[in-house]
C-alpha cells in the first residue's frame, strides 16, 4: 500500500507526463499551471486517502453495433427459410436484419461497392459479388460473420450472378458476355465456361453486351437462362454445350423472370415494354405490353416509357400471377415520384415512394422455383428507406418497420448518450410517444421474422438523444444493444411559421433549416431538457403527463461584446470589432442581450431570429416549452450562435454563452439574471489586462459558415489547430484559434466578397447538420495556434489585443468552493473560455423554497480564474475520497399534475448525489478538461494536484467524465483519431488508441461518450456506431448479440405426380458435379482469377463456441466427417460387392464350361 502511494505522490510530482504516443511537450507542467495563489506541488493529505481502482485491464476497445439505415444501398438478398435480409452498400458494407435485435453489420476490406449478393439457403451462408470484380463467401453460423472464401477475377469484370437451390455451383456472368462457373464449397473456377461467342449465332456480326441475367429453367435444371444487354437471349444445354434456342428483342433486357412451369419466360425492357415469351416458338414474344404507356389512337405501338428496371413474374394456385415491376413511367410527367408496380389480373397498382428504388425482392412461400410460388409480400429497398409492402390484401398497405432506420428522417446535427440513467424513464417516454403512432400499416407480423436474439447479462436502461436539422429531437432506448424510437419532439412547434417570400424580409440568420438543432442538455432525474438552436435560441421543456392549453413564456437576451469600456458593463453601448486585418473571412462577429428597443428602419436592432407564437398553444403530454429565450440582433449585426449551455433543475437556472458572452436566466421566474460580455466576467481579474479602444468603422464584414475555401490563409498554415466548438459547430466562434498570428492582411476581394452581403444580410448560407459536412477539419499551423494561446499566456498580449473576443465553450453547475477562504460549499457556475480560462459565479439562492418564486437570485464573480492550455471542454467534481458528485436537481414532479391543486407544493431538492457525500469534508477535487490538457485542482486551496498534457500535436473533440466499474475516469476523443482513457484524480493514462480516424466532420460533431464504458458516433449521414471501451462489456458482447443462424427444416418439395415427372423434365436427374467438376471439364486457367482463403473458417467456429450455434457449428462438422467416412466405406462396400460379383460370375462360367465333361476329358 505504501509502495503504491509514494508512486502516486511521484507521478503527481511530475506532473503526470504524456502520452507517448500523443507528442512531447512536458513544457506546460507545473509551470505553465501556476496561476494566483495555486502551485502545482503534492497536496499530500487528499492524495494519499484516494485510492483509484481503475487500471488499463479494464480498458479495450471494440465495436459493438450498428444502428440505422444502410448508408448509399446497392443490392439486395433474403433467405426464404432462415428469413433473414441482407443489404450491400456502395462503401463495401453488409447489413444482415431479422428479427428485432437481430442486427449485423461486416465490411468489405477493400471498401469496393456490393453489386450483388445471394443466400445460399438454409445453408448459413451468403455469396456477394463486389465492383473489385470479387466474390466472397461469407460464414453466417457466426454472430460476427467472417469471410470463408475470396475469388478475385483478374480479366473479365463481373455483372451478375445466380446460385441455383440446393447447388454448389454459382453461374458468374461477366462484362464479355462470358459465363463462368464457381464451386461454392473450394471457391475454385471450373473449367467449364460459356463463352459469349458460342452462345449467339454465328451468323450474328456485333457483340451483344454484358450477361444482365443468369437463372436455371425451373422445369429442367440442366438448362441455363443467359440474358445478354443488346436484347438476345440464349437458352443454353448444360450437357450438350450448346445453344437449344435463341430470342432476340430491339430493345435492351435489364430482368428476366420465370413462370414456375418453366414454359414461359417474362422480360424488362428498356423502352418501358414487358415481353412474355415461350419457349416453343422463341421467333418474337407471344405477348408485349408496356404497362404506362399511352395507347395511341391510330393503333400504332404505345408511346416508350421509362426503362423497367426489374420485373418479378410469381404465380398463385388460386389466384391470378402476380406481376411487380420498378420503373417503366411515362416520359411526359417527369414529376412524379419513384415507383412500384403491383399488376394482378386485370388491375394494376402503382405505388408511389418517396427515394428512388435501388431493388426489390418478391417474399414467396417456397424456395423451390418450379412450384406454385404464392407471393406474399414484396421488400422495396430505396435509396434512403426500407418498406415491406403487403399482398395479401388487396389495398397493399405496408408493414410497421420494427427497424431504427429512420434516424436520418432530418439529418442529425447532434447527439447525446445516456447510460445506466433513472429506470422509470423508457416506459414513460414511451407512453407518451406511443399515442403519436401512425394507422393503416398491416395487422400481419414482420415477415424478416429469422435469427434468435436473448437480453443478454447487460441490463442497465440506455436513453441515446439526436438532434435534427429540421428542429425535431427524438428520443431512442439503447437498452442492450438494441434501438427503438420512444418520443419525438418537435422543437420548431413553438415558433410562427414563416410565410413564403418573406424569407428575406426576415431576421433569420440562416437561409436553410431555421431550427436545426445545435446543442442538447438533458437531466434525466429532474426530466427537465433543454435545446439550443442554431438560430440564437434556447428552449427550455418540462415533462407532464396532462395536455395543456397555455401561451409560450418568452424572453429577448441582448448579448454584445463590450470592449472600449470594461468598467460599466452597459449593453447599450456600440460594440467593438477587431480590425479586418486581424480576421478571417469565416469568422463573423456576433453580438446578443438584455433589453428589447423597437427596430425602426433598415438597421435591424433588438429584434429576435424567430417570432414565438404569441397565442395559447395546445401541448400534448411529453416535454411541453416552458421558456423560449432568443439573443437578438444588435445594429444590424446578427446574434452569435450559441456554444455552450447547462440547466439546473435544482437552482431553476439555466446559462449558455456564445462568442460574445455568458447569458444566465432563472427560468422559475421568467427573468434574466445575467448578461455580460466574457471580459466583463473576469472583473478586476482579468489576467490580459486588454486595453479599451475603439469600434471598427465599416460594420459591413460578416461571414457565417462560408465554405474553407474563402479564407485567404491556406490550409498548410493549419497543422494542430482546434475548431474549439468553431468548425466543429460549424461556425466559427472561438476567435483566439482563428486570430491571424501570421498578420496577413485580407485581399481587397476578400473584403469586398464578404461585404458583397450588404448590412443586414443574413452571414450564414445553411445551417449545416452533422451529416452532411463534409471533412473541414482546420489544418493550422503549430505557430498559429500555439503562438495564439503561449503568447496570450506569456509576456505579450499582442494577439490578445488583436482579438478580442472570447467564446464560452463550457459551463458546469455545481456546489462547489468558490473562494481560497471558504469554509463550505456553496452554489457555484463554472465557466470555461475559448482561452482556456476558467472562471467560478456564485450563485446567492433564497435561503427557503417559499421564497425561491418572489427572492431575485444573485449571480456575481467570486474573483476565482484558473487557467488551462486550450479551450476549456468539461467539468466534473470529485468529493474528498474520489467519487463523482453528481449535480444538485429537483425531483420530477408533474407540473400539470390533477392532484397538485395548490402551487405551493414544496419542491424535493436533491443537492448532494450519491448519498455517501452528504458529508463533503473540507475538500474536493475539481477536475477540467480543455482540448490540450487536464486538470485536477483542489478546492478550495485551488492547488494543482495533477496536470497531464493530453496532445501537442492535435486537440480534443471531445472530453466526458464517465463512471466505469463503480469508479471514474475521464474518456477523450483526439482529432488524431486517439481514443484515451485518465484515471481520476491522479490522471494516469490507462488507454490510449489509435481507433478511429477522423475523416469528416460528422464523426467530430456527433462523437460522445457516456456511463459504463460505451460511445457513439454517426458513422455516416444515416448510421449510429455503438462501441465499448470496457474490457467487461467486450468480454460479454459474444452472449449480447443476435444469431444469425438458426436450426431449420428446409421445406419438403411438393409431389409432382407421375404425369408431371414423367414429363416435366429431368431437372432431378441432372449432374452438376460429373458435369462441372475437375475430372470432366479440366481446370480454369489460373490467370483468369485468384483464390484467396478467408478467416472465418476455424475462427467462425471459434467464435461462435460460446452459444447454442457453437454446438451445432461442431456438430455440423462432425456429422460432415462422419458422413464423409460413410461415403468412404459405402464405396469400398460397393466395390468388395463388384468384384464379388465378378468372381460369382467367373465361377459360373467355368462351372458351365466343365459342367458336362467328364473326368478324363479334362
Known amino acids: 500500500m505504501k509502495k503504491f502511494n509514494f508512486r502516486k505522490v511521484l507521478d503527481g510530482l511530475t506532473a503526470a507526463s504524456p502520452v507517448g504516443s500523443s507528442g512531447g511537450g512536458s513544457g506546460s507542467g507545473a509551470g505553465g499551471s501556476v496561476h494566483p495563489g495555486g502551485t502545482a506541488g503534492a497536496a499530500g493529505t487528499p492524495r494519499e486517502e484516494i485510492q483509484e481502482t481503475l487500471t488499463s485491464d479494464y480498458f479495450q476497445i471494440c465495436k459493438t453495433v450498428r444502428h440505422g439505415f444502410p448508408y448509399l444501398p446497392t443490392a439486395l438478398a433474403f433467405d426464404p427459410v432462415q428469413k433473414i435480409l441482407a443489404i450491400g452498400t456502395r462503401t463495401g458494407a453488409i447489413r444482415i436484419l431479422g428479427r428485432p435485435g437481430v442486427d449485423c453489420y461486416c465490411q468489405h476490406e477493400s471498401g469496393a461497392a456490393v453489386l450483388q449478393l445471394q443466400f445460399l439457403i438454409n445453408e448459413g451462408a451468403l455469396v456477394s459479388a463486389c465492383a473489385d470484380d470479387a466474390l466472397h463467401l461469407w460464414n453466417l453460423r457466426q454472430k460476427r460473420p467472417a469471410i470463408l472464401h475470396s475469388l478475385k477475377f483478374n480479366r473479365e469484370r463481373i455483372t451478375y450472378c445466380h446460385l441455383p437451390f440446393q447447388s454448389k455451383w454459382l453461374y458468374v456472368g461477366t462484362e464479355r458476355g462470358n459465363t463462368h462457373i464457381v464451386n461454392i464449397e473450394s471457391f475454385i473456377l471450373s473449367g467449364y465456361v460459356i463463352m459469349w461467342n458460342k452462345a449467339i449465332e454465328l451468323s450474328t456480326k456485333t457483340h451483344p453486351g454484358p450477361v444482365v441475367h443468369l437463372s436455371d429453367s425451373p422445369r429442367d435444371e440442366g438448362k441455363l437462362l443467359i440474358g445478354y444487354e443488346n436484347g438476345t437471349i440464349v437458352f443454353w444445354d448444360l450437357r450438350s454445350k450448346r445453344a437449344d434456342l435463341r430470342a432476340y428483342y430491339d430493345e435492351a433486357i435489364h430482368s428476366v423472370a420465370w413462370h414456375h412451369e418453366g414454359k414461359q419466360f417474362m422480360c424488362s425492357h428498356s423502352d418501358g415494354s414487358l415481353t412474355l415469351w415461350n419457349l416453343k416458338s422463341p421467333n418474337r414474344p407471344f405477348q408485349t405490353t408496356i404497362p404506362h404507356g399511352k395507347v395511341q389512337r391510330d393503333g400504332k405501338k404505345p408511346e416508350s416509357c421509362k426503362p423497367i428496371l426489374k420485373v418479378e413474374y410469381k404465380t398463385c394456385k388460386n389466384s391470378e400471377p402476380f406481376v411487380v ?35 426489390f425482392l418478391t417474399l414467396c412461400e417456397t424456395p423451390y422455383p418450379n412450384e406454385f410460388q404464392e407471393p406474399y409480400a414484396v421488400v422495396v429497398l430505396l435509396e434512403k428507406d426500407l418498406i415491406v409492402v403487403d399482398l395479401t390484401q388487396t389495398n397493399f398497405p405496408i408493414f410497421e418497420n420494427p427497424y431504427p432506420i429512420d434516424i436520418h428522417e432530418s439529418p442529425v446535427t447532434c447527439t447525446e448518450y445516456f447510460a445506466d440513467c433513472p429506470p422509470d424513464l423508457i416506459p414513460v417516454l414511451y407512453s407518451v410517444g406511443a399515442k403519436h403512432k401512425k394507422q393503416g400499416y398491416s395487422n400481419k407480423e414482420w415477415p424478416i421474422s429469422g435469427g434468435a436474439w436473448n ?30 424510437m420512444l418520443y419525438k419532439l418537435k422543437t420548431s412547434k413553438v415558433f410562427e411559421k414563416q410565410k413564403v417570400g418573406e424569407g428575406k424580409a426576415t431576421a433569420e440568420i440562416v437561409e436553410e433549416d431555421p431550427f436545426a438543432v445545435q446543442m442538447m442538455y438533458w437531466c434525466p432525474e429532474s426530466r427537465i431538457f433543454c435545446v439550443a438552436g442554431v438560430s440564437a435560441y434556447v428552449i427550455v421543456y418540462r415533462f407532464s403527463k396532462h395536455e395543456v392549453n397555455t401561451e409560450i413564456a418568452s424572453l429577448e437576451v441582448r448579448l454584445q461584446c463590450e470592449v472600449e469600456d470594461i468598467i460599466t458593463p452597459e449593453p447599450e453601448t456600440n460594440p467593438p470589432f477587431p480590425d479586418a486585418s486581424s480576421q478571417l473571412p469565416s469568422i463573423k462577429s456576433l453580438s446578443g442581450s438584455t433589453n428589447t428597443v423597437a427596430c425602426e428602419g433598415t438597421m435591424k436592432d433588438s429584434i429576435p431570429c424567430l417570432s414565438v407564437k404569441a397565442r395559447p398553444v395546445r401541448m400534448p403530454p411529453g416535454y411541453q416549452a416552458d421558456l423560449v429565450i432568443q439573443l437578438v440582433w444588435v445594429d444590424g449585426e446578427p446574434p452569435q450562435q450559441i456554444t455552450s449551455l447547462a440547466v439546473n433543475s435544482a437552482y431553476g437556472l439555466v446559462a449558455f454563452g456564445n462568442c460574445n458572452g455568458l447569458a444566465v436566466v432563472d427560468f422559475m421566474q421568467k427573468t434574466v439574471l445575467l448578461s455580460m460580455g466574457t471580459l466583463d466576467l473576469y472583473g478586476s481579474s482579468d489576467p490580459y489586462q486588454r486595453q479599451p479602444r475603439s469600434p471598427r468603422k465599416s460594420r459591413q464584414f460578416a461571414a457565417g459558415l462560408t465554405e474553407l475555401s474563402d479564407s485567404p490563409v491556406s490550409l498548410e498554415l493549419e497543422r494542430c489547430k482546434s475548431p474549439t466548438s468553431d468548425h466543429v459547430n460549424g461556425h466559427c466562434t472561438s476567435p483566439t484559434s482563428q486570430s491571424c498570428s501570421s498578420g496577413k492582411r485580407l485581399s481587397s476581394a476578400d473584403v469586398s466578397r464578404a461585404n458583397r452581403r450588404g448590412p443586414g444580410r443574413p452571414p450564414f448560407r445553411k445551417a449545416q447538420s452533422a451529416a452532411c459536412m463534409e471533412i473541414s477539419l482546420p489544418v493550422t499551423t503549430e505557430e498559429n495556434r500555439e503562438n495564439s494561446f503561449s503568447r496570450s499566456r506569456s509576456s505579450s498580449v499582442s494577439s490578445i489585443d488583436r482579438d478580442s473576443k472570447e467564446a464560452i465553450t463550457a459551463l458546469y453547475f455545481m456546489e462547489s468552493f468558490a473562494r481560497k477562504n471558504d469554509s463550505a460549499v456553496s452554489s457555484c457556475l463554472w465557466v470555461g473560455t475559448g482561452l482556456g480560462m476558467v472562471i467560478i459565479l456564485s450563485l446567492n439562492l433564497p435561503a427557503s423554497d417559499d421564497l425561491r418564486q418572489s427572492e431575485p437570485v444573485m449571480v456575481s464573480p467570486s474573483g476565482t480564474v484558473l487557467t488551462l492550455k486550450g479551450a476549456v471542454l468539461t467539468f466534473a467534481c470529485l468529493d474528498c475520497m474520489g467519487t463523482l458528485t453528481h449535480q444538485p436537481y429537483e425531483v420530477w414532479r408533474d407540473p400539470h399534475s390533477a392532484d397538485d391543486g395548490d402551487k405551493t407544493r414544496k419542491r424535493k431538492l436533491v443537492m448532494h448525489s450519491p448519498s455517501s457525500s452528504q458529508d463533503m469534508g473540507d475538500h474536493q477535487f475539481a477536475v477540467i478538461c480543455s482540448e490540450k490538457q487536464a486538470k485536477v485542482f483542489s478546492l478550495p486551496s485551488q492547488t494543482c494536484l495533477y496536470v497531464h498534457n493530453i496532445t501537442e500535436t492535435s486537440f480534443l473533440l471531445r472530453a466526458d467524465v464517465v463512471t466505469l466499474c463503480n469508479s471514474v475516469c475521464l474518456a477523450c476523443f483526439c482529432a488524431n483519431g486517439h481514443i484515451m482513457t485518465l484515471s481520476l484524480p491522479s490522471l494516469r493514462p490507462l488507454l490510449d488508441i489509435n481507433y478511429l480516424p477522423v475523416t469528416d466532420m460528422r464523426i467530430a460533431r456527433t462523437f460522445c461518450f457516456t456511463n459504463e464504458g460505451q460511445a457513439l458516433y454517426l458513422s455516416s449521414p444515416t448510421e449510429i456506431q455503438r462501441l465499448t471501451y470496457s474490457q467487461e462489456m467486450c468480454d460479454n458482447l459474444q452472449d449480447m448479440l443476435g444469431d444469425l443462424f438458426t436450426p431449420v427444416e428446409t421445406p419438403e418439395a ?20 460429373e458435369l462441372f467438376g475437375e475430372a470432366t471439364a479440366g481446370k480454369a486457367s489460373r490467370s483468369l482469377a485468384q483464390h484467396i482463403p478467408g478467416s472465418g473458417g476455424i475462427e467462425g467456429v471459434r467464435g461462435a463456441a460460446g452459444g447454442v450455434i457453437g454446438d451445432l457449428t461442431r456438430a455440423r462438422i462432425a456429422l460432415d466427417e462422419r458422413g464423409q467416412k460413410l461415403g468412404e466405406l459405402d464405396e469400398r462396400t460397393a466395390s468388395m460387392m463388384a468384384s464379388a460379383e465378378a468372381f460369382s460370375k467367373h465361377a459360373h462360367e467355368v462351372m458351365l464350361k466343365y459342367k458336362d465333361k467328364k473326368w478324363y476329358q479334362f
Open 455 to 484: 437480453l443478454g447479462a447487460q441490463t442497465y436502461p440506455e436513453i441515446i438523444i439526436t438532434g435534427h436539422a429540421d428542429g425535431s429531437v427524438k428520443f431512442w432506448d439503447a437498452s442492450a444493444i438494441t434501438l427503438q
Open 325 to 359: 415491376f420498378s420503373g417503366g413511367l411515362s416520359y411526359d410527367k417527369p414529376c412524379r415520384r419513384p415507383s412500384l408496380t403491383i399488376m394482378h389480373g386485370k388491375a394494376i397498382t402503382v405505388l408511389e415512394m418517396d427515394h428512388p428504388i435501388v431493388d
Open 1054 to 1073: 411438393q409431389n409432382r405426380g407421375f404425369l408431371k415427372g414423367l414429363f416435366g423434365g429431368s431437372g432431378q436427374a441432372f449432374d452438376r458435379e
